[in-house]
C-alpha cells in the first residue's frame, strides 16, 4: 500500500503541473454513484462511467463489448443472457451474485442463492443509455444485498419536453468462418406539452454461429449451430407539472432467444481447440430463450427541506433451455439414448424504495431511506430420453426425472447516509444498511432421479456499513479512502429430517470488508484526467456448493483476500483527439482451504480473475467541411492468464489440476463519418481473430464432451461491419 501513496502522490503533481492548452468540452461528469447527482471527481469511491456516445461509437452493445471500457470488469459467459460479472476477483463460482445489476432506480435479478442469479446477470442492451456507472468495490449500504463486488448501472436517457428527436441504425456484419449478422434501432423523443414527454426505442439484432456440430446424428457436420437473436425496446413517459416535481413511467422488454452456446471442444490440459476448427459435439439441439420484463414508476418531488424520491418496479426475468446431456448422462447411466434436459428458471420480483435526501450543501447533507423486495422464483427441470436422431422421446424407456424447485425471498431494509464538510476542502461520509430477510423453498417431482418432498426456511438480519474521508487538494484534484463492507444473503438448505449431525440447515450470509485509497485528478482544461485506486478485501464465510454427508447444498466455507489496484488515464492533447488507458492488478486467493469437495486450496487464485488487465483506446475526429465531421479509433485489451472454476471432480477424472485459461489480445478498430443527419460507420472487431476464453465447463466428475474432451466459451471471431445511420 505504501508504494501505492507514492504513485499517487506522483499523479498529484502531473495532474497539477501539466499545461493548459487543448480545447475540451467544459461539462462536468455527473453521476449518481452515491443515489444523489455529483460530480465525479467529488464521489469518494472508485467508479467508472461510460457514456452513450462512447458505447455506440464503439459498437458496444454487450457485456463483452464494454468490458474494455471499464478496468477490472471481467466476465464468465458462453451465452447470451447468461453470465456472470466479477470485480475485483470477488468469485468462487456458486449460484448467487456477487455483483448486482440496476437499471436506473431498480434492482434486476434474484437476491438470493436460490434461483441461478449468479449467471444471470442483466444484460441489458445499450441502444439509447445516456451512460454505464461501475461502482467498484462493496456497494451494501446504498445498493444493498449481492454488491459484494460492485454494481454495474444502466442510466437510460429520460424523455425531453424540450426536444423533439428520432434516429434510425442499421448494421451488417460479416464474421470470419460464420453467417452474416445484422442489426437494427430506432428512437423517437416526442414532447406532448412544455411538461410531458414520451420517448421509445427499439432494437434489432440477428447473430450468425460461427461454431459447426460434428455429433449431429445423421449429419456428419451441421454449420453454424450458435446463432441468436436479441430485440426489444423501451417505452417512457415523463410528466413534470412543475419544477419541482416530476413522475415517469418505463416499461422495457427485451428477449434473448440463441439456438446453442458459443462453446466448442478443447483439450482439458490446454484449453486448445480440438479437431481443427471451432466445433462441438451436439447430438440434441440446444438452444436458450431469456426474457426481461421490467416496469417502473419514479416519483421525484422537491419539498424544499428536501428531495423525496419514490420508485415502485416490477420485473419478471425468464429462461428457458434445453441442453445436450448426451455424453454426461449417457455414461452415467449407460442408455444408447440421446438425452435432453429441459428447464425454466423462472423469477418475478417486486421492488420498494423511497428515499427523503438534503439538498446539496456546503456543511452537511444526508440521506435516508428505506427498501423493501418480494420475490418468487422457480426451477423446472425434465431430462427427456430421445429416440437417437430425433426429438420424439423414447416410449419404452423409464421417466428418468420431472422436477421442480420453488422459493420465495422477502427483504426489508432501512439506509442512511451523511456528509459532513469540515471546511470547503475536507469531507467525511459515513452510511449504514439493516437488512432482514425471509426465505422459503421447496421442492418435489416424479421419475427415478427426482428427489424427495422437502421444504425449508431461513431467516436472518444483516448490519453493513461504509465510510469514507476525501480530501481536496484542490477544485481538479482529490484523494480519497474508503471503508466498506458487503454482503451477499444465506438462506435455507432441502434437508430430510434426521440428516447426520453437522449437516447444515442453513447457510449464512458472507460477508467482506474492503479497504481502498484512491486519486481523482485533472487539469484546469481537462486535457489530462486519472483515477486510480488501491483495495485490500477480506471475505469471509464464503458461500460454496459442496456436499456435506451425502447431500449437495451451499455452506459457508473459509477465507479468501484480494488485493489490486486500478486506473484510468485519459489525455486529450488537442480538440478531436483522445487517449485513454485503463487497467487492473488483482490477487485475489482463498485464504483457507475449502471442504475438498469443492477442490480450493490456500493460496489458489480465485477464478475468471487475471492478475494483470490493460485496455487502450484512441479515438481522434475532425472537420471535414460543413457540419460533417469524421473520425478513427482502435482499442487494443489485453488479458493475463487465470485459473477456471473450482471443480473437485474434474481433478479426479482427468487427474489434472484446474484449468489455466490462456492469456489473450483482442484488436479493434472503428471509422466514420456523421454528416449530421446522416452517418456511415465501418469496424472490425477480434481483428487478430483471438480465441479468447471466457467460460470453461469441467462437468463435475462427469464426462462433458466425447473423447476425453471438454468444453470451452469463447469470444466472437474476427468481424467486419458497417452502420447507416439517419436522425432528424
Keep these: 500500500m505504501k508504494q501505492a501513496f507514492l504513485v499517487a502522490g506522483s499523479l498529484i503533481a502531473l495532474a497539477v503541473s501539466m499545461p493548459a492548452h487543448a480545447q475540451t468540452d467544459d461539462n462536468e461528469l455527473i453521476v449518481t454513484a452515491q443515489k444523489r447527482e455529483q460530480a465525479l471527481i467529488d464521489v469518494p469511491q472508485s467508479v467508472s462511467v461510460v457514456n452513450g456516445a462512447t458505447l455506440e461509437k464503439q459498437q458496444a452493445v454487450t457485456f463483452q463489448d464494454f468490458a474494455k471500457l471499464v478496468p477490472g470488469l471481467q466476465l464468465e459467459q458462453s451465452n447470451p443472457g447468461e453470465g456472470r460479472l466479477v470485480l475485483r476477483g470477488v468469485n468462487t463460482g456458486g449460484v448467487a451474485s456477487t455483483v448486482s445489476t440496476y437499471i436506473d432506480e431498480t434492482p434486476f435479478g434474484s437476491s438470493s442463492g436460490q434461483n441461478n442469479g449468479a449467471i444471470l446477470a442483466g444484460e441489458f442492451d445499450t441502444f439509447d443509455v445516456e451512460r454505464i456507472e461501475v461502482l467498484r468495490g462493496p456497494q451494501g449500504t446504498l445498493y444493498g444485498a449481492s454488491s459484494l463486488g460492485g454494481v454495474v448501472k444502466f442510466v437510460t436517457n429520460r424523455p425531453d419536453p424540450g426536444t423533439f428527436e428520432g434516429r434510425v441504425r ?7 468462418g460464420g453467417e452474416m449478422s445484422y442489426m437494427g434501432q430506432a428512437l423517437i423523443n416526442l414532447p ?12 434489432y439484432r440477428s447473430y450468425g454461429g460461427y461454431i459447426d456440430s460434428i455429433g449431429t446424428a445423421g449429419s456428419d457436420v451441421e454449420k453454424n449451430i450458435n446463432g441468436s437473436k436479441s430485440y426489444g425496446g423501451r417505452i417512457s413517459a415523463l410528466f413534470a407539472p412543475s419544477e419541482n416535481l416530476s413522475i415517469r413511467l418505463t416499461a422495457l422488454l427485451q428477449d434473448f432467444d440463441s439456438d446453442s452456446g458459443s462453446t466448442i471442444e478443447v483439450d482439458p490440459s490446454t484449453l486448445s481447440p480440438l479437431y481443427g476448427g471451432l466445433t462441438n459435439s451436439q447430438y440434441v439441439p440446444e438452444f436458450t430463450k431469456v426474457k426481461y420484463r421490467l416496469y417502473n414508476g419514479t416519483l421525484d418531488w422537491d419539498l424544499g427541506f428536501a428531495d423525496l424520491l419514490s420508485s415502485t418496479s416490477y420485473a419478471i426475468q ?4 434445453r441442453d445436450d446431456l448426451t455424453t454426461p448422462y449417457g455414461a452415467a447411466l449407460g442408455l444408447p439414448s440421446d438425452i435432453g434436459l429441459a428447464q425454466m428458471t423462472n423469477l418475478t420480483k417486486w421492488t420498494q424504495e423511497v428515499r427523503l435526501q438534503s439538498p446539496s450543501d456546503e456543511s452537511f447533507e444526508w440521506l435516508i431511506g428505506g427498501y423493501y423486495t418480494h420475490e418468487k422464483g422457480g426451477i423446472f427441470q425434465r431430462i427427456d430420453l430421445f429416440e437417437p436422431g430425433t426429438l420424439n422421446v423414447d416410449p419404452l424407456l423409464p421417466n428418468i426425472a420431472d422436477i421442480f424447485t420453488t422459493s420465495t425471498y422477502e427483504e426489508y431494509a432501512a439506509f442512511g447516509n451523511a456528509t459532513v464538510h469540515l471546511g470547503p476542502r475536507f469531507d467525511i461520509t459515513l452510511g449504514g444498511r439493516y437488512s432482514h430477510n425471509k426465505q422459503f423453498v421447496d421442492q418435489g417431482g416424479t421419475g427415478l432421479l427426482a428427489p424427495p418432498a422437502l421444504e425449508s426456511r431461513s431467516s436472518e438480519g444483516v448490519f453493513t456499513w461504509s465510510g469514507a474521508a476525501k480530501y481536496k487538494v484542490s477544485s481538479n484534484v482529490a484523494l480519497y479512502t474508503r ?3 458487503g454482503f451477499r444473503p444465506g438462506g435455507p438448505n432441502l434437508l430430510p429430517p434426521n440428516v447426520p449431525a453437522g449437516t447444515p440447515q442453513t447457510y449464512s450470509s458472507d460477508s467482506l470488508i474492503s479497504y481502498e485509497a484512491g486519486i481523482k485528478a485533472e487539469t484546469a482544461d481537462r ?5 486510480a485506486a488501491a483495495f485490500h478485501i477480506d471475505w469471509t464465510d464464503i458461500q460454496l456448493f459442496t456436499v456435506i ?8 466455507g473459509g477465507k479468501a483476500k484480494s488485493d489490486g489496484f486500478e486506473f484510468t488515464a485519459t489525455l486529450r492533447p488537442t480538440r478531436g483527439f483522445v487517449f485513454s488507458l485503463n487497467g487492473a492488478y488483482t490477487k485475489a486467493r482463498l485464504k483457507t482451504d475449502t471442504d475438498p469437495n469443492v477442490g480450493g486450496l490456500s493460496g489458489d487464485p480465485l477464478p475468471f480473475t487475471p492478475k494483470f488487465n490493460v485496455n487502450a483506446n484512441v479515438d481522434y475526429s475532425w472537420s471535414v467541411g460543413g457540419d460533417s465531421e469524421a473520425f478513427v479509433g482502435a482499442s487494443l485489451r489485453s488479458l493475463s492468464k487465470q485459473r477456471a472454476n473450482f471443480d473437485a471432480g474434474f481433478g479426479a477424472l482427468y487427474g489434472l489440476d484446474r484449468p489455466i485459461i490462456p ?3 483482442v484488436i479493434d478498430l472503428r471509422a466514420g463519418v456523421d454528416f449530421g443527419r446522416y452517418s456511415v460507420e465501418i469496424f472490425a472487431k477480434n481483428l487478430g481473430n483471438s480465441r479468447g476464453i471466457t467460460d470453461v465447463s469441467t462437468g463435475g466428475g462427469l464426462p462433458v464432451a466425447p473423447n476425453g474432451a471438454i468444453t470451452a466459451g469463447i469470444i466472437r471471431p474476427r468481424t467486419f461491419g458497417i452502420t447507416l445511420g439517419a436522425g432528424f
Design 318 to 321: 425468464d429462461v428457458t433451455l
Design 527 to 531: 486535457s489530462f484526467s486519472i483515477d
Design 549 to 556: 454427508n451425502n447431500f449437495g447444498l451451499n455452506a459457508n
Design 483 to 485: 471503508v466498506a463492507k
Design 170 to 176: 442499421g448494421t451488417a456484419e460479416t464474421t470470419d
Design 663 to 665: 492469456s489473450y489480445e
Design 192 to 203: 406532448l406539452s412544455d411538461k410531458a414527454a414520451l420517448r421509445a426505442s427499439g432494437f
